[in-house]
Every structure is written in C-alpha cells, then in structure tokens.
T-cell receptor, first 113, second 114 residues
Framework: DQQVKQNSPSLSVQEGRISILNCDYTNSMFDYFLWYKKYPAEGPTFLISISSIKDKNEDGRFTVFLNKSAKHLSLHIVPSQPGDSAVYFC????????????FGKGTKLSVKP | EAGVAQSPRYKIIEKRQSVAFWCNPISGHATLYWYQQILGQGPKLLIQ????????DSQLPKDRFSAERLKGVDSTLKIQPAKLEDSAVYLC????????????FGPGTRLTVL
C-alpha cells in the first residue's frame, strides 16, 4: 500500500505559467516532507522541504504548501521555465524514523517554450 | 565540494550471477543510504548506515543482498545471486547526520539482469 501518492504521472505547462504538482499521503505520523527533482541519468536533487509545523515554505520560484487535515501537499513553480522539465518526487519521513524517506512515484513535468 | 560518487554507472549481468556497487559519500557525511529505484517507481530505502554501523536494514532482502561500510566512509552493496526483478537503478545518498538533514544522491547504477 502506497503511503505517498502522486496521482498525476505527467504534467505539461507553458513557459512563464504556474506549475502545480500534487502529493497525497496516508500516514498521519509523517512530519517532514520534501520535494526532489530528477533529470535523466542523474540522481534526485533536493529542491525544497517543509516541516509539519508549517503550512508553507518558499524558496525563490518554488513554494510548497502543506494541508495536514487533507494529508495533501503541493509544489508551485512560478514562473515555470524549460529547465524545470524533469521528474519531481514527493517524499516524507515519519517521526523518529531517522531519515527513512518514503517516496512517491513521481510526476514528469514538461515546460514548453 | 564533490558530490556522491558511484560506480559502475551501468551493469548488465545474467540471473544467478553476482554484482557489486560502490559508493563514496560526500566528505564528512556520517549517514549513508542505499536506495533501489525500479522503473516507474520512486526510490525505496534498502539500508542506512550511521558511520560504519547499520541503522536500518528492514527492507533489505538479506537472503541475497548485503552491504558494508568499512571505516565509515565508502560503502559496497552486493547482490548474490541476482534475480530478474533486481533490475533497477541503485542510488546511494549521504547526509551530514540523520533525521531531517538533506540527503544528497549520487547518479546511480543502472542494473539490468537478463
């Protein structure tokens, strides 16, 4: 049973517009959430994270929103750029799990010029 | 600062053969992780080391997989004997410590078992 779900396998967005990637989770013990970006033939690269005590974290063009009651988080990229085209993974860790990240299946984002 | 290094980048073997992967973490990082990423899935943690001790190997198929981190730096992951379902990308990651420290990933080793 998947504890972290990314229900959209792919997303296509026009350059300059907003990209919204969604992630749902089932484990109420998760208290730390991360987004990783992955280009082909490379390892995942950390993008942004959020603790469960917050509902928003912003870093430049990237903002992560957390809705604990809905067990849902989203990553907003504004404005989207062609270089943002990659696979985005949502990941979560549980209280006391000491770094054991549970990943979703990923969403492939394509930003068209 | 050099990133996480892994070798080889690609490996093709036949089922029942053995294979080993090597990882050199970022200098000074005490925690090292091995993940398995099957095509179309997210990475799944296999084993976690803190220095040269195993912290979590609950998802490591111990009948065929083994890993070690001698001297608390480099690590080796071995599969013996390999099965078709072991075809995946094996990712190594490291972090300064455990908990919420950012994990930095290497480029991975793509294993194909025929």
């Amino acid at each position: 049973d998947q504890q972290v779900k990314q229900n959209s396998p792919s997303l296509s967005v026009q350059e300059g517009r907003i990209s919204i990637l969604n992630c749902d989770y089932t484990n109420s013990m998760f208290d730390y959430f991360l987004w990783y970006k992955k280009y082909p033939a490379e390892g995942p690269t950390f993008l942004i994270s959020i603790s469960s005590i917050k509902d928003k974290n912003e870093d430049g063009r990237f903002t992560v929103f957390l809705n604990k009651s809905a067990k849902h988080l989203s990553l907003h990229i504004v404005p989207s750029q062609p270089g943002d085209s990659a696979v985005y993974f949502c990941a979560a860790s549980e209280v006391g799990s000491q770094g054991n990240l549970i990943f979703g299946k990923g969403t492939k984002l394509s930003v068209k010029p | 600062e050099a990133g996480v290094a892994q070798s080889p980048r690609y490996k093709i073997i036949e089922k029942r053969q053995s294979v080993a992967f090597w990882c050199n973490p970022i200098s000074g990082h005490a925690t090292l992780y091995w993940y398995q990423q099957i095509l179309g899935q997210g990475p799944k943690l296999l084993i976690q080391f803190q220095n040269n001790g195993v912290v979590d190997d609950s998802q490591l198929p111990k009948d065929r997989f083994s890993a070690e981190r001698l001297k608390g730096v480099d690590s080796t992951l071995k599969i013996q004997p390999a099965k078709l379902e072991d075809s995946a990308v094996y990712l190594c990651a490291s972090s300064f410590s455990r908990d919420t420290d950012t994990q930095y990933f290497g480029p991975g080793t793509r294993l194909t078992v025929l």
